[in-house]
């Protein structure tokens, strides 16, 4: 069983073939915790909204676009590499649980379910565990469907402050795919592996995916794609904040801008305001301006390379067993043990 008692809500979903379960853990604090983000967020200096708001419902579905499109090649390379290792990785997987951290949709898990084959597939649990309900929901029931005899256990949870509630008794492979990682900033990336670590058993594993450096040309273009679907899916937060707030953004008072910051190794993302205007949140009682050419940064996607991934892993007490990267080194897949001294 998954470790915490209390979930805010247990709720039943039906797949075509079979009932399964989600745990709801997003509690009152978490809707308090969005007020208070934002307030911080827009009365700081440099104006900001933190990434992890992208993913309501429609957040959720822009992001899927976005991994179809034809300059984001991460999502593409690192499901290559997937399909390269998933045979070697899945062959002896039988009788232990796979928690998909920040899920999303259901792509990349096929590939090592695909893998597993039946028998040992119908011994596992799939754990996606990911801040957006609908997106727990709609992964479960696409995969049920794909695969009846899986064993599914939805959770909706922050994964940066909630880790407690994915231990469970049987061994477990952590999947943190996508370069997610890069959204969380260095200290907050190594706060985070090290709570994983905290939570790991012995024998569990733990497999990330990198984006890394390369031309700032293929970087650049994979943040500003052609049908504008990267900075729909950067709008959309105003849309959360404006139901999650009772606030008024106008998403045409912003334009998207992305661009890559060398010093930093990452990709920045702003909303930069098209007019001088102000905004009221929380039905009223707080208004911020915005003057004409101002920006509003609301996500990092950090590039990565070999000395500075095992830097971090490192840091956050987790060893590196193995590493695989497609041909052109531009994406990497790391697994990573805990370290036997990371108690000392
Ligand atoms: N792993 C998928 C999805 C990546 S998109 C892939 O590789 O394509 C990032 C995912 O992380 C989204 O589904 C988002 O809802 C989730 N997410 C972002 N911040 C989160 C947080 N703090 N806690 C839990 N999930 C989070
Ligand atoms: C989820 N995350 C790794 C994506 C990224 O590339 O940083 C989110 C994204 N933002 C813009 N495009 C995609």
């Known amino acids: 069983m998954v470790n915490m008692s209390n979930p805010r809500a247990v709720n039943t ?24 983000d934002v307030r911080e967020g827009l009365t700081a200096s440099q104006k900001y909204i933190p990434c992890k708001y992208f993913y309501d419902a429609r957040g959720s579905k822009l992001f899927e676009d976005i991994c179809r499109l034809p300059e984001y090649y991460l999502t593409r390379t690192e499901m290559s590499i997937l399909r390269d290792i998933a045979r070697d990785l899945m062959k002896t997987f039988a009788h232990q649980d796979l928690v998909e951290l920040g899920s999303g949709a259901n792509w990349k898990i096929r590939i090592l379910l695909d893998a597993a084959g039946e028998s040992n597939r119908s011994t596992l649990r799939y754990i996606p565990a990911d801040i957006s309900e609908s997106a727990v929901i709609e992964a479960s029931q696409g995969l049920l469907e ?67 450096v390369k031309p700032r040309e293929i970087l650049e273009a994979a943040y500003n794609d052609s049908q504008g679907v990267t900075s729909e899916f950067n709008k959309n937060i105003l849309s959360v904040i404006n139901r999650a707030l009772g606030a008024d953004f106008n998403p045409s008072h912003f334009d998207h801008w992305a661009f890559f910051n060398e010093e930093h190794s990452r990709i920045e993302m702003h909303l930069r305001a098209n007019c001088d205007f102000s ?36 840091q956050a007490r987790l060893s590196i067993e193995n590493w695989y990267c497609d041909p052109d080194g531009w994406f990497s897949i790391v697994e990573m043990i805990p370290d036997p001294r990371r108690s000392s």
């Open 13 to 36: 979903f039906k797949s075509k073939s079979q009932l399964f379960e989600t745990l709801n853990y997003l509690d009152r604090k978490h809707e308090n915790d969005i007020a208070r």
């Open 279 to 314: 905004v009221k949140l929380e039905s009223n009682r707080v208004e911020i301006e915005f003057k004409k050419g101002e920006t509003t940064h609301t996500e990092n996607s950090r590039k990565f390379t070999r000395a500075s991934i095992e830097k971090m892993a490192s």
């Open 146 to 212: 794909i695969f009846p005899e899986l064993d599914v256990l939805g959770i909706v949870a922050d994964f940066t402050c909630q880790l407690e509630v994915l231990r469970t008794e049987r061994p477990i492979m952590f999947l943190f795919l996508g370069s997610t990682i890069g959204n969380l900033c260095e200290h907050e990336s190594i706060s985070f592996l090290q709570n994983v670590s905290d939570n790991m058993k012995p024998d569990d594993r733990l497999l990330i995916g990198f984006d890394m």
